[in-house]
């Protein structure tokens, strides 16, 4: 892995040719799948869900 300095910001343009849409993948019953094939009721339960920090918590 590159040692890189998390404080320089390179900014430059991507052409719509070469974008890709972002996969949003969870853990569901013990394996993880793309939210993008949940059926209608999984996908209203994962907008419902509350994220925390479990650290937080203990």
């Known amino acids: 892995m590159e040692d890189t300095d ?3 910001l390179v900014k430059f343009k ?3 040719e070469e974008r890709q ?3 949003c ?5 013990g394996y993880f799948r793309p939210v993008s094939g ?3 009721g999984k996908k209203a339960e ?3 869900r509350k994220w925390f920090k479990e650290s ?3």
């Open 25 to 29: 993948w969870t853990r569901v019953m």
């Open 38 to 40: 949940y059926n209608t």
């Open 14 to 16: 991507i052409d719509d």
């Open 6 to 8: 998390p404080k320089i």
């Open 21 to 23: 849409p972002v996969e």
């Open 56 to 58: 937080k918590i203990k």
């Open 46 to 48: 994962f907008k419902e």
